[in-house]
């Protein structure tokens, strides 16, 4: 079975980087889409950016200019460097693993989560 962790999190003043990782690993055959994902309490989750196999690569508005994702397909590990943190970069970040084929069903897409890391910004 896939296995998805996650690394990075903490407490960080505001203006301070973060590195987050996310490693998938377990009978892999292809991954099409990595992505994180941000969650508030109260404000649901959403996709801060994701990096398809084939390069294309997402971001969003919010974190542009601050935040840069990049993918390692042939390790399967996907990072979020995250500079100039703000408060409102709280809360627990999540990695996605989608558009994925395992070695032992290669006809079937699924999609798997990581448990998530929790991120700080405070002074």
């Known amino acids: 079975q896939l296995q998805v962790d996650e690394s990075g999190g903490g407490l960080v003043q505001p203006g301070g980087s973060l590195r987050l990782s996310c490693s998938a690993s377990g009978g892999i055959l292809s991954i099409g889409v990595m992505g994180w994902y941000h969650q508030t309490p109260g404000n649901g989750r959403y996709l801060v950016g994701s990096v398809f196999s084939a390069g294309t690569t997402t971001l969003a508005d919010s974190v542009k200019g601050r935040f840069t994702i990049s993918r390692d397909n042939a390790k399967n590990t996907l990072h979020l460097q995250m500079n100039g943190l703000k408060p409102e970069d709280s809360g627990v970040y999540s990695c996605?693993?989608?558009?994925?084929?395992?070695?032992?069903?290669?006809?079937?897409?699924?999609?798997?989560w990581g448990q998530g890391t929790q991120v700080v910004v405070s002074s």
């Open positions: 996605y693993v989608g558009l994925t084929r395992l070695t032992d069903d290669p006809k079937t897409y699924r999609e798997f």
